[in-house]
């Protein structure tokens, strides 16, 4: 059974920092890239950030510089380090892992943690 669990979440002033953690288990198939989507009230999930198995990033132009998204490959987990966070970063966050085998995807989605950041 595929299990995603995500930490980290949690209530943090303007300016502060949280690490979001995203362990994944149960996935037989060769992991490709790992990610974090975030929803908040009224909007559309929106990809955060994306590292692929190979290292390399993407992220969305409103956290550059803000946001570090990391992978332990050994652990299967991946990790989004948030730094001078701002009210409008509220939002759900959930973790997304994307596996392959044999030409087939899988999509995996974490149940997602709360991000409240006060201004």
């Known amino acids: 059974q595929v299990q995603l669990v995500e930490s980290g979440g949690g209530l943090v002033q303007a300016g502060g920092s949280l690490r979001l953690s995203c362990a994944a288990s149960g996935i037989i198939f060769r992991i490709n890239a790992m990610g974090w989507y975030r929803q908040a009230p009224g909007k559309q999930r929106e990809l955060v950030a994306q590292i692929t198995s190979g290292g390399g990033t993407i992220y969305v132009l409103s956290v550059k510089g803000r946001f570090t998204i990391s992978r332990d490959n050994a652990k299967n987990t991946v990790y989004l380090q948030m730094n001078s966070l701002k009210a409008e970063d509220t939002a759900v966050y959930y973790c997304?892992?994307?596996?392959?085998?044999?030409?087939?995807?899988?999509?995996?989605w974490g149940q997602g943690t709360q991000v409240t950041v006060s201004s």
């Open positions: 997304n892992v994307q596996s392959s085998f044999t030409g087939e995807e899988y999509d995996y």
